[in-house]
């Protein structure tokens, strides 16, 4: 009876978890974004324009909509795209955005890459909020829109309709994935969900193949993850994702990383033992000795490349050529 009792409790907690992110898809172990959750908590429920700046692929799209459904609003989700609109020209043009608000009537229209609309489409977006409200009043749609540029900047420029940036009433800035990578972990057990697995049904990631997404910077942010995952799914080396199982561009970046810890990890043994030798003797210099051992290599190398051209060596490592001189004398290499 106690274990029913237990394996019941394990199913609550289980379908808890479930919920939680079916309802959320949220990650927000970072201070960062549990910055911006806890703003959305506020504003959700209120009726201000929102604009959601970031990287592409920080998860713009997915924040606006978690907004609108925390909003608890009866309308729909409308997502515009200004780039299959520019074109749209004359009074026809205006109509056909209004259109787009009438259809969010009750929910949320979102504005994906605002700062891509012409400065005509601009117009007709701020004549429709205008418009809407005067319509429906209570009812008009919440106004979300989200860029990857700054649009203080390009309204100085005369690039971006300065009433309708100042229509935002709220401002919400995602940071890139590479600042917070105390998310990633979450990440993928959403995104494992998303497509298929989840709890002990996830595929098992090997700690080395951790560390690399850990320590990878992710310059395509979340969607790049989530490209990652997918790949990581589908190669598997007997049902764990590996290193193997990794793209290579993520894979090339942690090499680069090891090997440059690794001279790292050298260069600290051997400083750890000049210090020490320093201690007990006042004929060693730690310093000149360290130095040494930096430089010599660096410019043995530069010289190799330049084909001991003494002027070109310089200009690799980025010193004079007088410097260059000096030190070749210092250690013993001026030949």
Known sequence: MENNINQQEELNEDAHIIAKYKS???????????????????????????????????????????????????????????????????????????????????????????????????????NSIIKIVQEFGMYAPRLISSTNRDLT??????????????????????????????????????????????????????????????????????????????????????????????PKEVRRKQGYMEANRSVTDELYKFARGLLESGIHSEQVDPYFEYIKAVEKPLIQAALDLSKNNRSQAAALIRINRNTLHKKLKLYDMDE
Not at 170 to 179: A, D, G, H, T, V
Not at 183 to 189: N, Q, S
Request: hydrophobic fraction near 40%; aromatic fraction near 8%; charged fraction near 25%.
């Open 153 to 246: 900047e390009l309204s100085m420029q005369n690039k971006f309709n300065q009433r309708l940036k100042d229509s935002f009433a709220i401002i919400m800035n995602i940071p890139p994935l590479r600042e917070r990578k105390e998310d990633i972990e979450d990440l993928i057990r959403i995104i494992m969900r998303d497509i298929g697995y989840f709890g002990k049904r996830a595929v098992p990631i090997s700690e080395e193949a951790l560390e690399i997404l850990l320590s990878y910077e992710w310059p395509g942010n979340v969607r790049q993850l989530l490209n990652t995952v997918h790949h990581a799914v589908n190669h598997t080396v007997n049902g764990i994702i590996t290193p193997s199982s990794l």
């Open 24 to 126: 959320r898809s949220i990650v927000n172990k970072s201070a960062k974004m549990k910055k911006i959750y806890d703003l959305v908590d506020v504003v959700a429920p209120i009726d201000v324009s929102i604009h959601i700046t970031g990287e592409d692929g920080v998860g713009k799209d997915r924040l606006a909509e978690y907004i609108h459904n925390q909003s608890k609003r009866d309308g729909k989700f409308i997502m515009i795209n200004p780039v299959e609109l520019n074109d749209i020209i004359g009074s026809l043009g205006f109509n056909k955005v209004f259109e787009y608000f009438k259809k969010a009537e009750r929910g949320t229209l979102y504005i994906t890459d605002i700062s891509s609309a012409n400065l005509k489409l601009q117009e007709y977006l701020l």
